[in-house]
């Protein structure tokens, strides 16, 4: 495992952080900043893993992502210190999967404990949450989030601090569930070298494989991920609709279209997706084409611009491979824009 190399620990508090009298303050009001600890531990600088260690890890969101992660990084051996969530019933739950850890009702306060920062809190609320926290030196930041970018953690950055991301692509329903279900996961990182490998080796912690995203690529490979899950389940819904015009029920087009689906994906992970593409694009099969959309347009109207879209990406891999000539990939395309 990669040692943490945090890059300093100066006690830079940056702008918003609470100071003594504002602590004070809140403290007079009631507000609980540390329902477990003692006050005066938020005026030290942050603590650190011994060289070698994994980083001390805090964890904003005792939600879904929060709990399960928590728990799985726990039970992997890593040091989660702290958790902050604004609900008490969620700080216990979170404290009893994670024992040790200390529960804080205000993420800024936990930022005095810990090096690594996992904020698991809804997409809307990353970037005004990470314009509250400021790090200190030597500290990273990483949200859990598919669609956003960890340049929304920019505003919570000080000098030599890190910013990162860390999505698994894991449906969180249940926590045991999910805990299970890191096993065999991707999880998308971002962050810079030292960061990625520090991230890479946190996913190996939980079982996972990292794949290390290109910066601001975040929405192409969400949209990817939802067109594998929801794209596939819209293709299927199409198959099942063509499939009950031939007296097929969903088991039955199930049954029927599955098993050309597994073999179809069988070839692309052997041969490449476009060698596994077959069918009349491949041949230029320009009346199959025309038969096909008058087909779709007498029982399955709805189902027709799928087909089209589909067919417009096979054609253009059946030229890219040469299995049709320019002109014929022509003749295709005509019929494909033809009447709707
Ligand atoms: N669910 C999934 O399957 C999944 C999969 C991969 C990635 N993700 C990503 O993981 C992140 C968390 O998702 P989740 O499913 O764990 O959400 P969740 O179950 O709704 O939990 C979100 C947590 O954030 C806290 N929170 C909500 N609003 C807040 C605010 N204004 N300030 C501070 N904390 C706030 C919540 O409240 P408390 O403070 O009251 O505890 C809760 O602890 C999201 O970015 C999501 O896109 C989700």
């Given at each position: 495992?990669?040692?943490?190399?945090?890059?300093?620990?100066?006690?830079?508090?940056?702008?918003?952080?609470?100071?003594?009298?504002?602590?004070?303050?809140?403290?007079?009001?009631?507000?609980?900043?540390?329902?477990?600890?003692?006050?005066?531990?938020?005026?030290?600088?942050?603590?650190?893993?011994?060289?070698?260690?994994?980083?001390?890890?805090?964890?904003?969101?005792?939600?879904?992502?929060?709990?399960?992660?928590?728990?799985?990084?726990?039970?992997?051996?890593?040091?989660?210190?702290?958790?902050?969530?604004?609900?008490?019933?969620?700080r216990e739950?979170f404290r009893s999967?994670v024992?040790?850890a200390?529960a804080?009702?205000?993420?800024?306060?936990?930022?005095?404990?810990?090096?690594?920062?996992?904020?698991?809190?809804?997409?809307?609320?990353?970037?005004?949450?990470?314009?509250?926290?400021?790090?200190?030196?030597?500290?990273?930041?990483?949200?859990?989030?598919?669609?956003?970018?960890?340049?929304?953690?920019?505003?919570?950055?000080?000098?030599?601090?890190?910013?990162?991301?860390?999505?698994?692509?894991?449906?969180?329903?249940?926590?045991?569930?999910?805990?299970?279900?890191?096993?065999?996961?991707?999880?998308?990182?971002?962050?810079?070298?030292?960061?990625?490998?520090?991230?890479?080796?946190?996913?190996?912690?939980?079982?996972?494989?990292?794949?290390?995203?290109?910066?601001?690529?975040?929405?192409?490979?969400?949209?990817?991920?939802?067109?594998?899950?929801?794209?596939?389940?819209?293709?299927?819904?199409?198959?099942?609709?063509?499939?009950?015009?031939?007296?097929?029920?969903?088991?039955?087009?199930?049954?029927?279209?599955?098993?050309?689906?597994?073999?179809?994906?069988?070839?692309?992970?052997?041969?490449?997706?476009?060698?596994?593409?077959?069918?009349?694009?491949?041949?230029?099969?320009?009346?199959?084409?025309?038969?096909?959309?008058?087909?779709?347009?007498?029982?399955?109207?709805?189902?027709?611009?799928?087909?089209?879209?589909?067919?417009?990406?096979?054609?253009?891999?059946?030229?890219?491979?040469?299995?049709?000539?320019?002109?014929?990939?022509?003749?295709?395309?005509?019929?494909?824009?033809?009447?709707?």
């Open positions: 495992m990669k040692a943490w190399q945090g890059a300093g620990d100066g006690p830079d508090r940056g702008p918003g952080r609470p100071d003594a009298a504002a602590l004070e303050d809140l403290r007079r009001r009631g507000i609980e900043l540390d329902p477990e600890g003692a006050a005066e531990d938020h005026a030290h600088p942050h603590h650190h893993a011994e060289p070698g260690e994994p980083p001390i890890i805090g964890i904003v969101g005792a939600g879904a992502v929060g709990t399960a992660l928590g728990t799985a990084l726990a039970r992997a051996g890593w040091p989660v210190a702290a958790v902050a969530s604004r609900d008490a019933e969620r739950r999967l024992p040790g200390r804080f009702a205000e993420a800024n306060a936990l930022l005095d404990e810990v090096e690594l920062i996992l904020l698991a809190v809804p997409d809307d609320v990353i970037p005004d949450l990470a314009s509250r926290l400021h790090m200190y030196s030597g500290q990273a930041m990483v949200h859990t989030s598919g669609a956003l970018g960890a340049e929304v953690l920019e505003p919570a950055m000080a000098a030599g601090t890190q910013v990162g991301a860390f999505h698994p692509l894991v449906a969180f329903a249940d926590t045991e569930r999910a805990v299970a279900a890191l096993h065999g996961a991707t999880i998308a990182i971002e962050g810079d070298a030292e960061l990625a490998a520090l991230l890479a080796d946190m996913a190996e912690a939980v079982g996972a494989t990292a794949v290390r995203l290109l910066p601001g690529t975040k929405a192409a490979y969400h949209a990817a991920a939802v067109l594998a899950a929801g794209g596939f389940v819209a293709l299927l819904d199409a198959i099942a609709e063509l499939g009950r015009v031939t007296g097929l029920d969903e088991a039955g087009a199930l049954a029927i279209y599955g098993g050309l689906i597994e073999q179809t994906l069988g070839n692309a992970r052997a041969l490449g997706i476009s060698r596994a593409l077959t069918g009349p694009m491949t041949r230029g099969d320009v009346g199959t084409l025309r038969r096909h959309l008058a087909a779709l347009g007498r029982h399955a109207p709805d189902a027709l611009p799928l087909y089209r879209a589909a067919a417009e990406r096979e054609i253009a891999l059946a030229e890219g491979r040469g299995s049709i000539a320019p002109e014929v990939a022509g003749s295709m395309r005509l019929v494909l824009a033809g009447p709707k």
